[in-house]
């Protein structure tokens, strides 16, 4: 991205003033090196979304982020419903809730280490994996609905899991305002023989152990020291929410000319909160974030099971989940707003009444992947990110390079033998799939974070290192 | 627009190439007629999941589809067989598209995705409107979009 367009606010903060068509400025929060990497689609995506009816204060853009659809990924954007506000199946995205899962285990990595390669080949046997997978659940269509409904809630009652594991879930594991005869029959076919899966592309499962802590006190309220291992879990809706943002995003499009809306990319497709597409999507994309949920809650039972083989001494209660591609009906500043998140991780610092009891001193844990190489971080809200944009902070890495262009660069079976060689077990049904996700095809996370930290989006509190990935 | 094409297969007077998107994958079909455009434009989603080659034409599906204009009637092709992969469990290495103002009769010839010898790199989760467009240039047809995987 070209410097000399941005206006410089602080150091780790630039803004796109208002011009044109632009209803507010667009800020992106990041270093001067992650800004010049930045390609000019991100410049013309977050000068896009500023456009939109009803948009709120700035479209926001992460230090993460890349060229998108209609927004760009890491793009946050929020909505009055007062002021004419939108909703846009383009701004969060096909993989509604695609989120990370973090699970404690009670182990260190010498316990770990001692049944590496046995606990790999159990993870990678119980957890369905890759294209054409399906899970050993079935469900029909009254069930399906009982499922989006009510989200990780349903799968506890189902006996995946315990109620206690709720607590730790954003919304509670139940995402309230679904609406299952919003969601279409397509959609629901999709998902039938999908719960428990775990998808491909960049979803994977990690056992991971703690390599730094950086903020000792929010280590010790999140549960975590040096050398803990942990799981992640990183997959979504499935199925079900890609149909989701494929339904809408044509009903959207075709709707916007009799809404009035002036679309200046098809891709934010979009419809006013108040209306009936408006609702209707609402509902249906509620309902999938209950589906990533339950899906991430039924994972999580195979994750436990998996373990009581192997190291039956493991506990994995879990430390917290978050979701990246939503809208969220949230109180800032005194206003409802309708937040979008597209690529982008809830952040809501100390204090806030959404968090559970045992967190709400800390600050919401943020859950960051990096690639199977490098490692991952967890994060925690903090006051300040309250007040920069929405309580949002970063979600990842980010591709910094293509998949077609990563698959030419490296073989899948040399990938695998290089981490082999550092210590990382990879099991994969896909070469390719490996290939196209090596660590170097995906920017440097450490500067994603950093930056993050220094615009006050969000604090570090420790890195995690992969020992087993399980990738799609 | 998109960019440059990264991966082609010239091997026919009709044929496809991918252009790099930064996340995910752009595809783009090439052909003398717009059905045959579309046609290329469904092996190039194919040849992001596995080489399509590979896939055996053991069953054909028919898709029916229509938008209001010929690039959302792209998507919409596209979307309808990424529906059809993903509930069947299938995969497709051959098509025919019949166009008729505004609808489109399509046939896809497949498989069920056999892990051992497709290697399935990723699977489609949909085709989005992100260089969205269906034009005759030079004589030539080309259908293009950015499928998010």
Redesign the interface.
Same mark, same amino acid.
């Given at each position: 991205m070209d410097l000399a367009l941005l206006t410089r606010r602080r150091e780790h903060e630039w803004e796109i003033p208002a011009q044109g068509a632009m209803r507010v400025p667009a800020v992106i929060f990041a270093s001067e090196a992650l800004v010049r990497q930045m390609d000019h689609k991100v410049f013309e995506q977050a000068v896009n979304v500023a456009m939109l009816p009803g948009i709120v204060t700035a479209s926001f853009v992460m230090p993460d982020a890349h060229w998108g659809y209609g927004f760009p990924i890491g793009g946050v954007a929020a909505f009055d419903a007062d002021e004419g506000g939108v909703v846009s199946a383009g701004g969060v995205g096909f993989d509604v809730s695609c989120g990370v899962r973090c699970l404690h285990t009670g182990l260190k990595s010498a316990a770990l280490r001692a049944a590496q390669e046995a606990l790999a080949d159990v993870l990678y046997a119980e957890i369905p994996v890759g294209v054409g997978s399906t899970g050993g659940i079935h469900l029909g269509v009254a069930e399906t609905d009982a499922m989006l409904a009510g989200g990780a809630s349903w799968a506890v009652q189902n006996g995946w899991g315990d109620a206690q594991d709720l607590q730790r879930i954003e919304e509670r594991g139940q995402m309230s305002g679904a609406d299952p005869h919003s969601v279409s029959a397509r959609a629901k076919q999709r998902q039938q023989d999908e719960m428990g899966t775990l998808g491909s592309g960049n979803h994977y499962l990690e056992v991971q152990h703690v390599t730094a802590i950086f903020d000792s006190e929010l280590a010790r309220q999140f549960g975590l020291e040096l050398d803990d291992v942990v799981v992640m879990i990183h997959c979504g809706s499935r199925g079900l929410g890609h149909q989701i943002g494929t339904d809408f995003l044509k009903r959207m499009a075709m709707a916007a000319g009799a809404y009035g809306i002036a679309l200046p990319d098809r891709e934010l497709a979009c419809a006013p909160i108040r209306s009936e597409l408006g609702q209707s999507y609402l509902g249906a994309m509620r309902a999938a974030i209950n589906c990533a949920l339950a899906n991430r809650q039924i994972l999580t039972h195979l994750v436990r099971r998996s373990f009581a083989h192997v190291l039956p001494e493991a506990k994995l209660p879990i430390l917290y989940d978050v979701s990246h591609n939503t809208c969220k009906l949230e109180q800032h500043g005194g206003r409802s707003l309708y937040v979008h998140r597209k690529g982008a991780t809830r952040a809501f610092g100390p204090g806030h009444p959404e968090l559970p009891e045992a967190l709400r001193d800390a600050g919401q844990p943020v859950l960051i992947g990096g690639s199977m190489g490098t490692g991952s971080y967890i994060l925690a809200g903090t006051h300040s990110s309250q007040r920069q944009a929405f309580s949002s902070a970063c979600h990842g890495a980010g591709r910094a390079m293509s998949r077609h262009q990563a698959s030419r660069t490296w073989r899948g079976r040399e990938v695998i033998e290089a981490l082999a060689a550092r210590g990382i077990t990879v099991r994969s049904p896909s070469m390719r799939g490996v290939a196209e996700e090596a660590p170097e095809a995906y920017k440097d996370v450490n500067a994603v974070v950093d930056a993050a930290e220094a615009a006050g989006l969000a604090r570090k509190v420790a890195r995690v290192e992969p020992l087993i990935c399980i990738k799609g | 627009m998109g960019g440059d094409p %990264? /991966?082609s297969d010239y091997g026919m007077r009709a044929h496809w190439e &991918?252009f =790099? &998107? !930064? =996340? +995910?994958?752009g595809v783009r079909g090439i052909g003398p007629s717009k059905a045959q455009a579309f046609e290329q434009a469904a092996l190039a989603m194919t040849a %992001? %999941?596995t080489d399509p080659s590979t896939v055996k034409a053991l069953e054909m599906i028919r898709i029916e589809c229509e *938008?209001?204009d010929d !690039?959302?009637l792209l *998507? !919409?092709w596209l979307?309808s067989l990424?529906?059809e992969m993903? #509930?069947r @469990?299938m995969l497709f290495g051959r098509f025919a598209v019949e166009l008729r103002q505004g609808a489109l009769l399509g046939r896809a010839w497949g498989e069920? /995705?056999d892990?051992e010898r497709?290697?399935? =790199? /990723? !699977?489609v @989760?949909? *085709? #989005?409107? #992100?260089s969205?467009r269906v034009a005759l240039e030079g004589g030539t047809w080309i259908a293009q979009t950015?499928v +998010?995987?």
């Open positions: - | %990264i /991966v &991918h =790099a &998107h !930064e =996340a +995910d994958m %992001i %999941i *938008a209001p !690039e959302l *998507a !919409e979307n990424v529906y993903s #509930t @469990k069920r /995705v892990p497709h290697h399935p =790199a /990723v !699977e @989760k949909g *085709a #989005t409107y #992100t969205l950015v +998010d995987v």
